[in-house]
């Protein structure tokens, strides 16, 4: 079955960086895109990043443009976020979730990391 | 990119039909049939219960369905029961080639 398992968690001080990651398994990883998404805490859902299943188109949210990179390493069928000068507004779960194969929209998700931004 | 509209709160009691609307922009919604609803209880995952407007997944009842119509998409629960309480949000495919949610709408079942 379909598995996205997210890591790199935790909690970190205002203007630090932190790197998250997601393994898949149980589908062919780099033939799909995959999306990163957060919620923070009694908030709803906020599209942050996607990439291609090949790794050359990559999107990104306006309110993270510029801090968060998104990359992928289909050898290892893992997906990472790098996030930088964190702020507690980034505080928040995030999801890991990948796209259908041949539709623009997700249809699995991970069960999400939780990143605490706090001095 | 705004998020989409959609209303806090709906309630029935079981066995009604209620409907949530998501309302977009000729920038999402209203360009693309990519307009997908996702269902969330506390402390889970979300998971997909629409794609393509009104397509179900394998193992989502047939309880739930999807309409579109210009810039706003439809989730009608029919049959309304228990377990149905959630939070539910719609997500569309956008003209910039992101993604945008809905701000989300908390079902209580009566």
């Known amino acids: 079955q379909v598995q996205l398992v997210e890591s790199g968690g935790g909690v970190v001080q205002p203007g630090r960086s932190l790197r998250l990651s997601c393994v898949g398994s149980g589908f062919t990883f780099s033939s799909h895109g995959i999306h990163w998404v957060r919620q923070a805490p009694g908030k709803g859902l906020e599209w942050v990043a996607v990439i291609s299943y090949d790794g050359n188109e990559k999107y990104y949210a306006d309110s993270v443009k510029g801090r968060f990179t998104i990359s992928r390493d289909n050898s290892k069928s893992t997906l990472y976020l790098q996030v930088n000068s964190l702020r507690s507004e980034d505080t928040a779960i995030y999801y890991c979730a990948k796209d259908f194969p041949t539709r623009p929209q997700i249809d699995y998700w991970g069960q999400g990391t939780l990143v605490t931004v706090s001095s | 990119q705004s998020a989409l509209t959609q209303p806090a709160s709906v309630s029935g009691s ?97």
Not at chain 2, 28 to 50: C, E, F, R
Not at chain 2, 82 to 90: I, M, N, Q, R
């Open chain 2, 14 to 110: 079981p066995g009604q039909s209620i409907t949530i609307s998501c309302t977009g922009t000729n920038s999402d919604i209203g360009t693309y049939n990519y307009v997908s609803w996702y269902q969330q209880h506390p402390g889970k995952a979300p998971k997909l219960m629409i794609y393509d407007v009104n397509s179900r997944p394998s193992g989502v009842s047939y309880r739930f369905s999807g309409s579109k119509s210009g810039n706003t998409a439809s989730l009608t629960i029919s049959g309304l029961q228990a377990e149905d309480e959630a939070d539910y949000y719609c997500c569309s495919y956008t003209t910039s080639t992101t993604r945008v949610f809905g701000t989300g709408t908390k079902v209580t079942v009566l």
